[in-house]
């Protein structure tokens, strides 16, 4: 566990947020992360995210419920249990095809899902630790890491962050991993 | 407001609500516990005992306690499991392809549509699952290693494919709803103390709202959305395949699939509105499951039920064109046949009732939407029972025919399945928020009545002439 010391701002409104870390990119502050209620538009471009790299997952994991499918009752049917349904070749693949779609879609559903939550460090019972409460409800906070900084340098991010509108601004000490 | 205002955009979130509003009123439900609520539960727990009294009833004495019989092999059991199949469609049809549409007003119901779904789909698994007779055996219908020798299900019956499309239904739907529910989770964990906080934290899986994992949530809900698209229409194409596959006459047909994938929506459509209609009265949601709301399900009631209708008439044709003589008397049976009691309940309820709602002023009006959606329900049951019973009622051979009439457990048990969905429900109401918290924040901004509607777009211009 190491400690981290976080100073933020919460702003009243998406919008006034959006806007301050546009500025604070421009200005080329490192940005810790940012908190919000509900997904903002246009954040992950203000913030310079990354594209999600999930759908590729969601992509192999689905890849590999359509093999475990095909290929499984390929091998049942023609060579592990060769027997005939009504007169049908053993290797009768259109029946074959609703069983490899909804693996198909299972498998990339649920690799996808718990891919999600590794990715995230979520799970059933995991307490990461959270800045304030109202960031569920109605705040939009902009995180800085203060750890490593002087004070002056501190003293100017708190006015940045005054300047560009939040309505309170705190500093905490979490505890990350 | 920077952005121009459309006058002619009905708001989906009235009552000039700010997000702390939102919170406020769509979580303080699951924070306080009412007398109405209690007794809702209690009842439907009732309900819920004598249906499992009549489950094990059947176990004792065997399915003999059904009056199924050698020419009418598929009664109640399959009619409910159909039915409830169907209503387990409107959730997932709600929450994905609406979000893929991008329909805003998708996020005032889609939440409780998604957990409806779950329910349902329970509660019609319970029907084959029965069956089967000896259920505790129900494991043998997976392919797995066996000590039986190397054993294999047969992969090519679509009664084992109904098992795949099921089982993967229910685990998408849950995952899909698990996941959206988890920010929510988060708000009502942050208000909470004490053990209340500690229980919500755990389920919560330790959400922050930080903006990577924002990103990752809407890429991981559209591909979920974009996977349980082909889904739904696959569960009750697969549903119907149990029929169309058959040589009876009357159930080998090919218009079957989107005769059964529009039948599912429009009864689907028909439990959200009874559902949400009482939910938004006791919960008072009206803010946020609008007459907007309800007009627009009302609309796809309206579309899905001529769509059925289609399919009815279509048959009839088919059978008269088709110039074959089973099928002509396949269908001569349904309607002027021992069932026709059902067969009119069906077209009554199903074709004509809908009409209503060609009316704007009946669409909007949520009594007679409460009650229209009972009757498509009833509607959408006596369709199942016309496709299975009247027509193995009346097979080949006039020496086997025969009338099926359920007895009091089978009747047991379908209470019993009202009972176990309304008691998930109501305990869902009460520990989850029943409308998405975040996702109505999300759309405030375009939907709500300060920004869009008739009343706003006065004010902006108000504004702009000063």
Known sequence: ?177 | MSQPVSPIREPLITGHKTYHDITEDLVSPTEKTTVSWALATMASALLLAYGVFCLIWTFWVGIGSWNVNRTIGWGYDITNFVWWIGIGHAGTLISAILLLFRQKWRTGVNRAAEAMTIFAVMCAGLFPATHTGRPWFDFFMFPYPNTRGPLWVNFNSPLLWDLFAISTYFTVSLLFWYTGLVPDLATVRDRAKGLRRKIYGFFAMGWTGSAKHWQRFESLSLILAGLATPLVLSVHTIVSFDFATSVIPGWHTTIFPPYFVAGAIFSGFAMVQTLMTITRKLLKLEDYITIAHIESMNKVILLTGWIVGTAYLTELFIAWYSGYIYEMFAFYNRVFGPYYWAYIGMMGCNVLSPNIFWIKKFRRNVTITFFMSIFVNIGMWFERYVIIVSTLARDYLPSSWSYYWPSWVEIGIYLGTFGLFFTLYLIFVKVAPVVAVAEVKAILKTAGDQYVGVEAAKKAEAAASH
């Open chain 1, 1 to 177: 566990m190491k400690k981290k010391d976080v100073l933020f701002g919460l702003y009243d409104d998406e919008e006034i947020l959006l806007k301050a870390v546009k500025e604070a990119r421009q200005q080329h502050l490192d940005i810790m992360d940012v908190f919000t209620p509900f997904p903002v538009h246009g954040m992950e471009q203000a913030l310079g995210l990354a594209e999600s790299r999930l759908h590729i997952a969601g992509f192999v994991y689905g890849m590999i419920g359509t093999l475990t499918a095909f290929l499984g009752m390929t091998w049942i049917f023609t060579k592990d249990y060769p027997i005939i349904f009504g007169g049908k070749p053993f290797w009768s693949v259109p029946a074959f095809i609703p069983i490899t779609f909804e693996l198909t879609v299972l498998f990339a559903a649920i690799g996808m899902t718990v891919s999600f939550y590794i990715v995230n460090g979520q799970g059933f019972g995991v307490d990461n630790p959270t800045l304030d409460d109202r960031i569920t409800d109605d705040k939009f906070c902009l995180a800085f890491d203060k750890s490593g900084k002087s004070q002056a340098e501190v003293d100017q991010l708190r006015d940045f962050l005054k300047r560009t509108g939040a309505s309170e601004v705190h500093e905490k000490t979490i505890e990350k991993k």
